[in-house]
């Protein structure tokens, strides 16, 4: 059985997730206006991946007993600005993301829960990759801000790095 404190804890992270599923879906909207597909197709896979991620914190929570409350989600903008602003944007959110799975690992430590110190370990490690991933794109487009066929050359790239999964 999962503590009531530990409940509301994994009840946040469903709603962290799933407001970072509907910012990326915004974002990969955004890119395909853009006519970006590329770009769109990565953060599509990004948003794929924040619904799993809401899913397995679902699961954990009914797993031990618990239950998950599937929030109201606030309205997503429609406009990013430049691509190089977009994707700061996306890096921003990691941060964020990253921040708020410490909280809850933070948390559980103190709550001596240890299942879901593993869940949210395995989070954070992930997480590690997900910043560093959005560094590098960041990186690339500074280098080639101004250039259209930089950012052509970056877009073609990212399309063949990700293929938007549906979630599991």
Do not use: C
Not at 15 to 33: M, P
Not at 62 to 76: E, F, S, W
Not at 86 to 96: G, M, S, T
Not at 130 to 138: G, L, P, R, T, Y
């Amino acid at each position: 059985m999962i503590s009531p404190t530990m409940q509301q804890i994994f009840n946040r992270q469903i709603q962290v997730d799933l407001n970072s599923a509907f910012l990326y879906l915004a974002i990969a909207n955004y890119f395909d206006r853009l006519k970006l597909k590329g770009f769109s197709t990565w953060v599509m896979a990004q948003h794929n991946e924040e619904l799993a991620h809401a899913n397995l914190l679902i699961r954990h929570l009914l797993d031990r007993g618990g239950v998950p409350i599937i929030p109201a989600l606030p309205q997503q903008p429609v406009d990013f600005g430049t691509p190089l602003q977009a994707w700061q944007a996306v890096l921003e959110h990691e941060r964020y993301v990253t921040s708020t799975y410490q909280q809850a690992y933070d948390v559980a430590l103190q709550q001596r829960d240890v299942q879901g110190q593993a869940i949210l370990q395995n989070f954070l490690v992930e997480q590690v990759d997900e910043v560093a991933q959005s560094e590098d794109i960041i990186g690339k487009l500074k280098l080639v801000e101004g250039s259209p066929g930089g950012i052509f050359m970056i877009d073609r790239e990212l399309a063949g790095k990700r293929q938007a999964q549906p979630p599991k």
